[in-house]
Every structure is written in structure tokens, then in C-alpha cells.
């Protein structure tokens, strides 16, 4: 997984286009290539500032390793994709109609409300009946809604 920080569209000696995409992640700066026929099919995900993950193969060369992107996933995706569920703690149903205004789309993950009893007296979980899409994303929005102490994505 890395970040785009450029894209460059060549073309090469005959004739088709290729790409040749920057990325960031916490290890450093690397560059990989793709070319026409993957350049077409994701071109808006290679976009700088886009976090994603690819899937490359390498060939190890004189002047060092080339990439050669294979596939391109949007991070978001594959985040929505793996997560299982989303855990909501509240201390009360305040917060209730903003969480349901922020569980649009149906998906795969379990989503749970955990309401924390006053003095430390426990908790009491609640497990929604449907299934939805969660994401990073979606978590964070929630732990911005006035009322709910803590978001977990698991």
C-alpha cells in the first residue's frame, strides 16, 4: 500500500502509452510502470494524492529492481473490504439518529452499540440486525458525533 505522489503518461518506442506512477509509503519512495492496457483500466486510481494498494512483479536488473504494476486497488476498498466490524461505545441514545444517518450502504460487517452504564457499572452491547459497508472513513465520522466516547473498526 503507498500513496501516489506522481504520474507520468509516456509513449513508448512503438507507439503505445505506458505509465510511470511514484509512490510514498512509511518505508520510503518507490517508482513502478505500467502500460497501455493497465495504464487504461486504472488511470483514475493512479491519481497523486490517491492511497492504494497494488500488486506488482519485480525484475531484478543491472540498475536495480523494476516494478511492473499488475493490479490497483483503492486502500478504501480493500480497508472496507477487510473489515469485520465496526464497535460503537456511547453512554446513552443521544447520538442514535446521527450513527443511523452514517450507516447508509449495506455491506458485509457486523455493527455493534455498546452503551457504557453510568459509575463503571458495565456494559450493555447491542448488535444491529443488518449488515453494512465500513470503512476507516466511516469510523472516524463516527467518533465525531457528539455522544459516542469511542469507535473501534475490528
Known amino acids: ?3 501516489v505522489t506522481t504520474k507520468q503518461e509516456r509513449k513508448t518506442r512503438t507507439g503505445n502509452k505506458m505509465g ?10 518507490y517508482e513502478a510502470v ?3 492496457e493497465g495504464l487504461a483500466q486504472y488511470r483514475d486510481l493512479l491519481e497523486p494524492g490517491r492511497s492504494v494498494v497494488i ?10 529492481v523494476n516494478l511492473r504494476i ?4 483503492s486502500l ?12 460503537i461505545f456511547v453512554r446513552d441514545d443521544r447520538p442514535a439518529s446521527a450513527i443511523q444517518s452514517q450507516l447508509t450502504q449495506r455491506g458485509d460487517s457486523q455493527v455493534s452499540i455498546i452503551v457504557i ?5 458495565g456494559e450493555v452491547e447491542i448488535e444491529l440486525p443488518n449488515r453494512y459497508r465500513v470503512s476507516p472513513q466511516i469510523a ?6 457528539p455522544g459516542v466516547v469511542e469507535v473501534e473498526l475490528v
Not at 500488486?55 to 536495480?64: I, L
Not at 452504564?117 to 457499572?121: G, Y
Request: proline fraction near 2%; avoid cysteine.
Open 76 to 87: 478504501e476498498d480493500e480497508a472496507s473490504r477487510i473489515q469485520k466490524a465496526l464497535r
Open 55 to 64: 500488486t506488482v512483479s519485480a525484475e531484478d536488473r543491472p540498475e536495480g
Open 34 to 36: 505500467l502500460f497501455s
Open 20 to 29: 510511470v506512477v511514484q509512490f510514498s509509503d512509511t518505508s520510503g519512495q
Open 1 to 3: 500500500a503507498g500513496t
Open 140 to 145: 472516524s465520522a463516527m467518533r465525531a458525533v
Open 70 to 73: 499488475q493490479t490497483v486497488q
Open 117 to 121: 452504564k453510568e459509575e463503571a457499572q
